[in-house]
């Protein structure tokens, strides 16, 4: 096993991420209030929003995550000036 050297690398917490129904053990430099203990080893409890098991990429499956296109976004968010720069 390869030793690191001391004092110059942060503190790592065991860490469980929790995606849905996906959970799995890590590390991570961020620490938690919400613990769960696993085969007697706490762990702090991190949620993630997107994961290998949730990312259309990996899994295959296409979500629909904007209803609106951007092109009409822009147009929305930006009608007034266009309009103004008409007259």
């Known amino acids: 096993m390869v030793q690191m050297k001391e004092g110059i690398h ?3 917490y ?3 991420f929790v995606d849905g129904e996906h959970e799995w053990v890590g590390i991570s430099t961020l620490k938690t ?3 769960r ?3 007697g080893v706490e762990y702090g409890v991190i949620g993630v929003e997107i994961s290998a098991f ?3 990429f990996y899994t295959g499956q ?3 995550v904007d209803t609106a296109g951007r ?3 822009f147009n929305r ?3 007034k000036q266009i309009a103004d720069k008409a007259k």
């Open 71 to 73: 092109v009409e976004k």
């Open 54 to 56: 949730t990312h259309p």
């Open 33 to 35: 209030n919400q613990k």
């Open 77 to 79: 968010r930006f009608a």
């Open 37 to 39: 203990v696993i085969d």
């Open 14 to 16: 065991p860490t469980l």
């Open 62 to 64: 296409k979500r629909l």
């Open 10 to 12: 942060p503190k790592n």
